[in-house]
């Protein structure tokens, strides 16, 4: 499908995340072979938009590098990523929202496209990467016009992405089980291991 076609998106990086399984340290901003995590998905998704997104709670001096704009969580606990989904679609200036982790730097212009090419062909719904088992509520493209439904959900006490995307009509887009590029490097081990 020629790209002129697909419709135009904001792209957002969630990097807001406490950093947990890194010891509290910011995952973006990890270096994995020698460059930032959130580098990778920013080299891919840049040509993509000209509205960039990057959701985070610290180090927005150094974020900002990496964005046409910064949101972060309006609250102070680090609520998940469902938090940085909702400021990314207050913020969006375009009718779709490209998601994607800030620690998957596998993540690829060929998955990108069918996420863009779904919400081409159902542009009513949001579109998930599916693994023919499990759901990848963090491998999305919302479409804009949803933000007071995912809000209404938030607001009903809703911290899940999965559990307000599904009952909003989300199509699956296939993909591999254990599909490395949907690889999250979320701990030190995986951080560091070769290859």
Known sequence: MP?????????????????QRMGGRDKGLLEWRGRPLISYLHERVRPLSDDLIVSCNRNADIYRAYADQLVHDDTPDYPGPLAGI???????????????????????????????????????????????????PLFCILPKALAPQLEAAWQRGERSPRQVLLPLGACPVACARDDPRLANLNSPELLNSPG
């Open 3 to 19: 790209d002129t076609i697909l419709p135009p998106c904001s792209v957002l990086l969630l990097a807001g995340g406490r950093g």
């Open 86 to 136: 909702r400021a990314g679609l207050r913020a969006a200036r375009h009718p779709w929202l490209l998601v994607l982790p800030c620690d998957a730097p596998l993540f690829d212009e060929e998955l990108i496209g069918r996420l863009r090419q779904a919400a081409a062909a159902r542009p009513e719904v949001p579109h998930m990467l599916h693994d023919g088992e499990h759901w990848e």
